[in-house]
């Protein structure tokens, strides 16, 4: 069975904490994506990954950054965590076929930045 | 750009209710659609989708069709359970997947 896995299901940070979420899929996926997910806006792509060590920008990129070192693993970081990231951070992957791929998700990280 | 609009909620039903959720794109060229369903305390799967024109897609009683010349994807149900209390997304994709906001539908026996 698909499976995505989340490092926590719950974090509480400090304003200015390095922060990392990581995101591990056993499906042998090519691709791999970071979203958040507000109430009223939706679910917005942060970053993705379509192979190791590659990363494109998403639509909000904006004080996060990613590492894929690893096909299974794509880990986002907040590299000095502030107020307004506090949201529901979900991962998922997707096989690298071009049409019509599902996008398989994580449980999703309740993130709380104090 | 592209982009995704529906309706907003929350919908609340009875149980054996009818449901429509309706769902309308912005895209240029001939984006796949989907729609996936996010239950209490879970990440989102996959409900159903459509890649062409007058697709159907269908799942768990749940149906959407790929509709060109209206630009939309409404989702239907003809009844609603408890079990199907979640936020239910429309989305499509040409590229990256673009999420409409999503819809919280809770249903009471």
């Known amino acids: 069975d698909v499976k995505v896995t989340q490092s926590s299901r719950y974090l509480v940070k400090r304003t200015g904490e390095k922060v990392f979420l990581e995101c591990v899929q056993d499906m042998d996926h090519e691709n791999m994506f970071w979203y958040r997910q507000d109430p009223g806006l939706g679910l917005r792509l942060i970053y993705f990954s379509y192979d190791v060590k590659m990363k494109e920008k998403g639509d909000i990129p904006e004080g996060y950054s990613v590492s894929r070192e690893k096909k299974e693993r794509f880990s986002l970081i907040l590299e000095s965590a502030s107020t307004n990231q506090t949201s529901m951070y979900l991962c998922?992957?997707?096989?690298?076929?071009?049409?019509?791929?599902?996008?398989?998700f994580g449980p999703g990280t309740r993130l709380t930045v104090l | 750009g592209d982009s995704v609009t529906q309706m907003e909620g929350p919908v609340t039903l009875s149980e054996e209710a009818c449901l429509t959720i309706n769902c309308t794109y912005t895209a240029t060229g001939y984006p796949s659609l989907f729609w996936y369903v996010q239950y209490p305390g879970e990440g989102l799967q996959l409900l159903l989708k459509?890649?062409?024109?007058?697709d159907k897609g269908s799942n768990k009683g749940f149906e959407a069709t790929y509709r060109k010349e209206t630009t939309s994807f409404h989702l239907e149900k003809g009844s609603v359970q408890v079990s199907d209390s979640a936020v239910y997304f429309c989305a499509l994709r040409q590229g990256n997947l673009i999420f409409g906001k999503g819809t919280k539908l809770s249903v009471k026996p």
């Open positions: 459509a890649t062409k024109a007058d």
């Open positions: 998922a992957s997707s096989t690298g076929v071009p049409l019509a791929d599902t996008q398989y």
